[in-house]
């Protein structure tokens, strides 16, 4: 605000010099640290929200392949494996057949990136949907 100079005080007859050439470094060094964690944790929420929606899809499509008689529990690994950067281990997908339908549930489960993340919990995203039998799939 007053530069490099402290603002006399009543009853001083000098002007006091102050040196703060240090002073943009450090808080530059508090800062950084600060704001790279900040556009980690926005970049995984991104990540976490496209893998919901990648999910939703393979339990839709994975209900729809299911309804007509083929293997659902394929379709939807198959897009999860082709779009999520995940093993099969991450993945737990279950095929349910109904008296009138049919229900997958896809769970992914993944660490956040970050340092020291084996201590971090696994976070997990589920999707389920619940797809009617076809027509003519449904035996009377």
């Not at 929200?49 to 899809?57: L, M």
């Not at 093993?87 to 229900?103: A, F, M, T, Y």
Request: hydrophobic share 45%; glycine share 8%; with cysteine.
């Amino acid at each position: 605000m007053f530069g490099r100079y402290q603002p006399l005080r009543i009853g001083d007859t000098k002007l006091k010099v102050i040196d703060s050439s240090g002073q943009a470094i450090i808080e530059a060094i508090l800062i950084i640290p600060l704001l790279i964690i900040i556009i980690q944790g926005c970049f995984w929420l991104g990540e976490l929200g496209r893998a919901k929606i990648i999910i939703n899809i393979a339990t839709r499509e994975g209900a729809r392949w299911a309804s007509v008689g083929k293997d659902g529990r394929k379709v939807a690994r198959d897009i999860c494996l082709h779009n999520l950067v995940c093993s099969e281990d991450d993945l737990q997908i279950k095929v349910v057949r109904l008296p009138l339908g049919v229900k997958v549930s896809v769970v992914y489960s993944s660490v956040p990136p970050a340092p020291f993340n084996e201590k971090c919990p696994r976070i997990q995203v589920k999707a389920e949907t619940v797809m009617p039998l076809n027509e003519f799939m449904i035996e009377i």
